[in-house]
């Protein structure tokens, strides 16, 4: 039986990576494509160009993803990584085309673990 405060909304977490990859060569360019196919490989939605998203649940399943995030690296640029518990990232307010959107749920998938 799964512990209730396991799915707590304190405990799960959305990981957020943001970054700035030079592109001004063509050896950077594919550096760039190679790392957010890495991210798309590792489950991250672009959220932005530069800003993937992805659910997770847990600290031991966020230092995991951030290991294979840390060796897969581009050579050169900036890269930064966040993280909000679930019930953080419920309060986020989002607009699209000055438009407020409704706040985004947890992916169904993870709720079962």
């Known amino acids: 039986m799964t512990n209730p405060s396991y799915l707590s909304g304190y405990r799960l977490m959305w990981i957020f990576v943001m970054f700035d990859l030079p592109v001004g060569t063509k050896k950077q360019m594919r550096d760039a494509a190679k790392f957010r196919e890495f991210l798309q490989d590792e489950g991250f939605e672009m959220s932005q160009f530069s800003v993937y998203a992805r659910f997770c649940n847990g600290k031991e399943s966020f230092d995991s993803h951030l290991s294979r995030i840390e060796r897969s690296l581009p050579e050169k ?34 709720v079962m673990f």
């Open 77 to 110: 640029g900036d890269v930064h990584i966040l993280t909000f518990t679930d019930r953080q990232y419920e309060n986020i307010v989002r607009f699209s085309s000055q438009r407020r959107k409704r706040p985004r749920k947890n992916p169904d998938q993870l």
